[in-house]
């Protein structure tokens, strides 16, 4: 539950600082939650301490996520959590490093900041684009890495994208996410 939780915060916290709409306010609880999130997952699940801070990550996040949203990541996550049954930052999990990769030609401005709040991933090194250092964050984790892994089928995947296109975080995506075939080829390298 902790893990699945701070997922969740890790992929609208991301989310939030890609986002052309993220203020300096916004990004100042951003990185800081991304920092806490980062030493938290890394320490014991079992350990108060850690989840004294991850809660406090939570809330920055929060705090931080009012002026530019959540995007694509959230949107698959609701369509997928629901067919599948599994919580939001599990698929976040699976899907963040994807559409951050789809956002990535607009969200190039946006990231030294993420670079900087994730600079303390093992095995980060500074040639890593941002997609690249939260894989490297989320390989150290005991998750899934593929849609596949938690039930999807193949043939899921047209069903999922139709739902994701009429879930209304879509408008709040860094890109624009103009038809199915783009969601449908995210979906397709998160398989």
Known sequence: ???????????????????????????????????????????????????????????????????????????LAHAIGARAHVPNGIVNAIVLPHTMRYNAPVTEARAPALLEALSGVAGATAAQSPSDRVTALLAALPVPRQLREIGIAREDIAPIAEAAMSDWFITRNARPVKDIDSLKNVLDAAW
């Open 1 to 75: 539950l902790v893990h699945s939780a701070t997922l969740n915060a890790l992929a609208n916290a991301v989310e939030a600082l890609e986002s052309p709409k993220c203020d300096p306010f916004s990004e100042a609880f951003l990185m800081q939650a991304l920092r806490l999130m980062r030493q938290g997952l890394a320490a014991p699940v079992d350990d108060p301490s850690m989840r004294e801070m991850l809660v406090v990550a939570a809330l920055l996040c929060g705090r931080g996520t009012e002026q530019g949203g959540t995007g694509l990541a959230s949107v």
